[in-house]
């Protein structure tokens, strides 16, 4: 119980300040807190990132590795230098960008957290005067006008501050993203975000609302960011998916190949036994 008072302390204190600082300065705290995470989850991101390049550079490595080996068993033939070195090669340690890091905790400082503080004060005043009192009726306009209008901008917008304070790629750029990357992201992003915003107008203060979103943004920007850095994301979750259905069909033609040649086994063997039957009689 010592223990766990020593946790519990300090997070109501946090939790009392950050109330504190939320009353007295609203817009500056949404602002801090979307900065914060916002970061945090292009961080997370630029992980990701090193993850499938260390994938991909293991499964170059295990490749070179077999085509030395092979070239060995071959009499008088000797692996070549290309395979040696991308087999002994190793991939360069994460290095965190933290420029990029900085710019993506400024979008959440500069857009996220103003235009997500007003735009769910002003939205819970447009839902009460349409449906006054609350209810379901009032919590799916929320959510409605949430994923219709926020949606969008929101995911056009970080496109927009990606190619033009991010990566300097210009506007030629932000069009192959809306045109490639856009619909894929935003058909992620609904089939998310309405059952959050649900649960978040039905049971948290409207005070609290963008906090709630803000800390499931980490996951989320590290999405956004993920996806803002390829060039076709959707193409590679697809190649992912599709490169595990071949494994498994092959496992199953494998498998049904293995059944083919036991029943023809069995076959071979009652066969003779059918031959020699009318013979005895």
Same mark, same amino acid.
């Given at each position: 119980?010592?223990?766990?008072?020593?946790?519990?302390?300090?997070?109501?204190?946090?939790?009392?300040?950050?109330?504190?600082?939320?009353?007295?300065?609203?817009?500056?705290?949404?602002?801090?807190?979307?900065?914060?995470?916002?970061?945090?989850?292009?961080?997370?991101?630029?992980?990701?990132?090193?993850?499938?390049?260390?994938?991909?550079?293991?499964?170059?490595?295990?490749?070179?590795?077999?085509?030395?080996?092979?070239?060995?068993?071959?009499?008088?033939?000797?692996?070549?230098s290309a395979e040696v070195g991308s087999?002994?090669?190793? *991939? /360069?340690? +994460?290095?965190?960008?933290?420029?990029?890091?900085?710019m993506t905790g400024l979008f959440g400082? #500069? $857009? !996220?957290?103003?235009?997500?503080?007003?735009?769910?004060?002003?939205?819970?005043?447009?839902?009460?005067?349409?449906?006054?009192?609350?209810?379901?009726?009032?919590?799916?306009?929320?959510?409605?006008?949430?994923?219709?209008?926020?949606?969008?901008?929101?995911?056009?917008a970080f496109f927009a501050w990606g190619?033009?304070?991010?990566?300097?790629?210009?506007?030629?750029?932000?069009?192959?993203?809306?045109?490639?990357?856009? *619909? /894929?992201? +935003?058909?992620?992003?609904?089939?998310?975000?309405?059952?959050?915003?649900?649960?978040?107008? #039905? $049971? !948290?203060?409207?005070?609290?609302?963008?906090?709630?979103?803000?800390?499931?943004?980490?996951?989320?920007?590290?999405?956004?960011?993920?996806?803002?850095?390829?060039?076709?994301?959707?193409?590679?979750?697809?190649?992912?998916?599709?490169?595990?259905?071949?494994?498994?069909?092959?496992?199953?033609?494998?498998?049904?190949?293995?059944?083919?040649?036991?029943?023809?086994?069995?076959?071979?063997?009652?066969?003779?036994?059918? *031959?020699?039957?009318?013979?005895?009689?």
């Amino acid at each position: 119980m010592h223990n766990a008072s020593l946790i519990v302390s300090p997070l109501k204190q946090l939790w009392g300040a950050y109330e504190r600082q939320l009353e007295r300065r609203p817009v500056l705290t949404q602002m801090t807190t979307s900065a914060v995470l916002w970061c945090s989850g292009d961080v997370i991101a630029q992980r990701l990132e090193h993850w499938e390049k260390q994938q991909e550079f293991d499964e170059k490595r295990a490749a070179a590795a077999a085509a030395a080996s092979s070239r060995k068993a071959v009499k008088g033939a000797h692996p070549s230098s290309a395979e040696v070195g991308s087999s002994d090669a190793a *991939l /360069p340690p +994460l290095d965190i960008d933290w420029r990029r890091a900085v710019m993506t905790g400024l979008f959440g400082s #500069t $857009f !996220v957290g103003p235009v997500g503080h007003f735009w769910y004060i002003n939205l819970d005043k447009w839902c009460a005067r349409v449906f006054p009192g609350g209810g379901a009726k009032f919590i799916a306009a929320k959510v409605l006008l949430d994923t219709a209008a926020m949606g969008p901008f929101y995911v056009a917008a970080f496109f927009a501050w990606g190619c033009a304070l991010i990566d300097f790629s210009g506007m030629a750029e932000f069009k192959r993203k809306m045109a490639v990357d856009f *619909l /894929p992201t +935003l058909a992620a992003e609904v089939t998310l975000w309405p059952v959050i915003q649900g649960i978040n107008f #039905t $049971f !948290v203060p409207l005070k609290h609302q963008l906090l709630v979103v803000n800390t499931m943004t980490i996951f989320d920007a590290c999405f956004m960011s993920w996806s803002r850095n390829q060039d076709d994301w959707l193409a590679k979750v697809k190649g992912w998916i599709g490169a595990d259905g071949a494994v498994v069909a092959e496992e199953q033609q494998q498998q049904q190949g293995k059944k083919g040649s036991k029943k023809q086994q069995r076959q071979l063997e009652v066969a003779p036994l059918r *031959l020699e039957g009318p013979g005895k009689r």
